[in-house]
């Protein structure tokens, strides 16, 4: 079969493919995905100058008919609906259920915008003044580049695109290297849906090369960013020195507090899931396990006893729970973390290895990983691994637990099991992170509310739900005396 080669969109063209990159199966790296345009700091000027050129009449459509264009969009997605989960295991290595589930996701944020079309609420207040008349209206901010990770090649795509466009900006995409298809794809079903030629314009290539182009581009207006916070950092020293609006979700190291009234089963699977599902790639996932001294050694058992049964392999198979991690690179980092915790600590409990033999010598596939009494000073229970390491501290009690959550610079996604209500609000209302669960796991979020972190793990407004209008949109202020 021939490989697929995939060009970039600018001003509503496919441009002229010259050189490719590879995009690989990272379950099976014989299997090349796609090859994808490398674009270059030229193209990216140009896709910015694109989006400025359509903006003024891509803003003055009204929000019904820009949202009228999602829908249609959306509703071509669903066609592809099975296409689009297998791409995406193919790409990611997520395993088919849960890259399938990542798919219908994307395509209700996409209606769940569409409709934001024809609300696009403002603000109607009573003045102190007589016959005059107050009002709020929202305004598009202009030219938005989007720069988004591979972890959710088609949710974070979808819900960066799905409100910029419909508060009624013009968007370059520049999607991770690792896993450009997905994002590809939802920026083909908008070209199908008849978006006006430069409203969207889509640049893969290395982040490095376009990123510079972007940020610099004089038409650029904001930038959303999801991915890490080294390179969230840079963007946003760069986009502060031309007041670019920035929105940056970049990492955490999330706890799940379990308390010693927790629902003990529930707790285990919610701890287990959170940590090991989509193979700890996901910004939410928890990498500390806080347990109350009460149930600790049981817990510790459990969760090995449970991790240990977990089913690893190639995504597309049915029955498998893990997947592999996205490339060598990011397997190379998780390995490397494993072997900082064995001389920190002492051997984990469980997994700790990358498998090798038949299924996995062509994948970048670890073991789950789960290591017991780790410390607050120890590097796993400071820094971001990304990967399928789980790192259970004991607590002495809830006190002692909500110390050691909050106590690490990231605040992005915190859970609790608990069955006590007064220790559940207590943690609520304490807790620094932007995103919490109770009795759920930690990772696992819907697009109705707001979502983002706190601390070094964000920047900015919070993308999602109602409160995603408040970056792609400023309010303009009118005082009307009748
Ligand atoms: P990354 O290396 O920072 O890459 C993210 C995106 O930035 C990619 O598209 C990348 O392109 C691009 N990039 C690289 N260098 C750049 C530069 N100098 N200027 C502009 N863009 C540049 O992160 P990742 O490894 O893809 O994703 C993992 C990280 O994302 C983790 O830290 C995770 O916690 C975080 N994350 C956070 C959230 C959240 O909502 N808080 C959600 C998902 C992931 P290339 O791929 O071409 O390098």
């Not at 900006?169 to 030629?197: C, D, F, M, Y």
Request: aromatic residues 10%; glycine residues 10%.
């Amino acid at each position: 079969m021939n490989t697929p080669t995939f060009s970039n969109y600018i001003n509503g063209e496919w441009v002229a493919v010259s050189k490719t990159f590879e995009n690989r199966n990272p379950a099976n790296t014989d299997e090349v995905v796609g090859l994808f345009a490398k674009g270059t700091a030229a193209d990216m000027t140009s896709a910015v100058e694109a989006a400025g050129a359509a903006f003024p009449a891509w803003s003055a459509m009204p929000g019904p008919a820009r949202g009228a264009i999602l829908f249609k969009a959306a509703d071509i997605l669903d066609k592809q609906f099975d296409q689009l989960g297998t791409e995406m295991t193919r790409e990611e290595g997520k395993t088919l259920p849960e890259a399938k589930g990542e798919v219908r996701r994307a395509i209700n944020i996409f209606r769940y915008f569409g409709s934001e079309g024809s609300r696009l609420p403002g603000l109607l207040v009573p003045s102190e003044r007589e016959r005059v008349h107050m009002f709020a209206i929202r305004k598009p901010i202009g030219v938005v580049g989007l720069i988004t990770p591979w972890n959710f090649p088609i949710a974070i795509p979808a819900w960066k695109l799905a409100p910029a466009l419909v508060c009624g900006n013009t968007v370059v995409i520049k999607p991770a290297s690792a896993a450009p298809l997905s994002a590809w794809r939802i920026v083909e079903a908008l070209h199908q849906a008849g978006i006006p030629k430069g409203v969207v314009n889509f640049v893969a290539g290395s982040g490095s090369e376009l990123g510079h182009a972007m940020v610099q581009a004089p038409a650029l207006k904001a930038i959303s960013f999801t991915g890490s916070c080294e390179i969230g950092n840079w963007l946003h020293g760069e986009a502060s020195k031309r007041r670019l609006r920035i929105q940056l979700e970049m990492g955490g190291k999330n706890p799940t507090i379990v308390l010693a009234d927790a629902d003990f089963n529930s707790a285990v699977e919610n701890v287990v899931n959170a940590s090991f599902f989509s193979t700890g790639q996901k910004c939410t996932a928890t990498s500390r396990a806080i347990v109350e001294d009460a149930i600790y050694d049981k817990f510790v058992d459990a969760v090995v006893a449970r991790t240990s049964k977990l089913k690893i392999g190639d995504g597309m198979k049915a029955g498998i729970e893990i997947g592999p991690a996205v490339d060598e690179a990011a397997m190379n980092g998780i390995l490397k973390y494993i072997d900082i915790a064995t001389k920190e600590i002492g051997a984990p409990k469980c997994g700790g290895k990358r498998l090798t033999g038949e299924g996995f010598d062509k994948g970048f596939f670890v073991e789950p990983t789960v290591f017991a009494d780790v410390k607050e000073s120890n590097t796993i229970a400071q820094e971001e691994i990304f990967g399928p390491v789980l790192a259970i501290m004991r607590a002495k009690d809830f006190e002692d637990a909500m110390r050691i959550a909050n106590n690490i610079p990231f605040g992005l996604s915190s859970s609790i099991q608990t069955t006590n209500l007064s220790r559940a609000f207590e943690y609520i209302y304490r807790s620094e992170a932007g995103l919490l669960t109770v009795n759920l796991p930690s990772a696992g979020v819907e697009y109705q509310l707001p979502f983002g972190g706190t601390k070094e793990s964000s920047f900015g407004p919070k993308e999602q739900g109602p409160a995603a209008l408040d970056f792609y949109s400023d309010y303009k202020t009118v005082y009307l005396k009748y």
